[in-house]
């Protein structure tokens, strides 16, 4: 129900006034993140040409805060992944 590939972290003009980037801009502030949904649901996978329902909704909501743990507890992992991503997309 996620998909990486669609996520995008360029600034955009049209969004510099957005909170995520005034917080970047003004404190630094490197993670900041916005989840979005739609109500058609995922266009591939397992579940694709489904609508989203409420246990969809909430299991990324719990793999997203399971993510954030791991992303604060777990440095060693955390580096292994920022490495992969770099070397997937430079």
């Given at each position: 129900?996620?998909?990486f590939?669609g ?11 957005c ?37 969809m ?13 791991d ?7 955390t580096?292994?992944?920022?490495a ?7």
């Open positions: 129900m996620f998909c590939e996520c995008c972290f360029g600034i955009q003009k049209s969004k510099e006034a909170g995520r980037q005034v917080m970047w801009r003004e404190f630094n502030l490197i993670n900041s993140y916005t989840l979005e949904s739609s109500f058609m649901g995922p266009n591939r996978g397992v579940n694709s040409n489904m609508h989203f329902n409420m246990k909704l909430k299991a990324v909501g719990r793999d997203f805060c399971q993510t954030m743990v992303f604060v507890m777990n440095s060693d992992l580096a292994k992944i920022l992969e991503l770099k070397v997937r997309y430079p």
